[in-house]
Structure formats: structure tokens, C-alpha cells
């Protein structure tokens, strides 16, 4: 079983910067898609960010509300993910939860079925 824990969450004014990371229990470079969603209140949760592949095979994929800003990488010292958060905005307050899901040969398989359990970020004007 994979247990995710996500770490770096925080308070931050407009315009400013945080980088959010997901721990996994074991090893996940080559063998797990990770992913970022958020949920904001009252909001539904929604996709942030992706990653998939290894090596010279990463793809990412972001959202249009925050391609520009925001990059995941994968993190071997951690066995996961982080998320480079810039130029924050008031409307990315929610709180960010780590996901993943299997993968071989780079290719990412069945729905996200692991999750950890969520840092707040809260981004004022």
C-alpha cells in the first residue's frame, strides 16, 4: 500500500511563492503517474498539475489556471513529488492533496487510488 504525505503548505500574500511536497512510503520514479489536485470551500475537488514517465520520458500537464506557474517535478529524495507554486493568487487557496496511480513503461494506468491527506495553502490579498 502507498501512503503519501504532503508537507509545505502555508500562508502566503499575493504574488508570493511556495513549493509543496509529497513524501511517498516507497519507491515511485519509475513506477507510479503523481499528480496534484485542490479542493477550495465549497468548491469541487479539481486537477492541478501531472506527471508522468521518468527520466527522458517526464510529461507534465497543468491546468490553464496555473500553467505559467506552477511546475511538478519528481523528488527521488523523497520517493515523490513537489510543486513549485509562483506568482500565487488569492483564487489558489484551497488545500492541495498528492495523488497517485500506477505506471509501466511510462504509461499511466487505472484512476488515481492513492491519496495523502491534504496541506491548506492560503494565498490573501
Known amino acids: 500500500q502507498l501512503q503519501l504525505v504532503e508537507s509545505g503548505g502555508g500562508s502566503v500574500q499575493d504574488g508570493g511563492n511556495l513549493t509543496l511536497s509529497c513524501e511517498a512510503s516507497?519507491?515511485?520514479?519509475?513506477?507510479?503517474?503523481m499528480a496534484w489536485f485542490r479542493q477550495a470551500p465549497g468548491k469541487e475537488r479539481e486537477s492541478v498539475a501531472h506527471?508522468?514517465?521518468?527520466?527522458?520520458?517526464?510529461?507534465?500537464i497543468y491546468s490553464d489556471s496555473v500553467k505559467g506557474r506552477f511546475t511538478i517535478s519528481r523528488d527521488n529524495a523523497i520517493n515523490g513529488v513537489q510543486l513549485q507554486m509562483n506568482n500565487l493568487k488569492p483564487e489558489d487557496t484551497a488545500v492541495y492533496y498528492c495523488?497517485?496511480?500506477?505506471?509501466?513503461?511510462?504509461?499511466?494506468?487505472?484512476?488515481?487510488?492513492?491519496w495523502g491527506q491534504g496541506t491548506q495553502v492560503t494565498v490573501s490579498s
Open positions: 506527471i508522468a514517465g521518468y527520466d527522458l520520458t517526464i510529461r507534465t
Open positions: 516507497k519507491y515511485t520514479y519509475s513506477s507510479y503517474c
Open positions: 495523488a497517485a496511480r500506477p505506471m509501466s513503461g511510462g504509461t499511466c494506468y487505472d484512476v488515481y487510488k492513492y
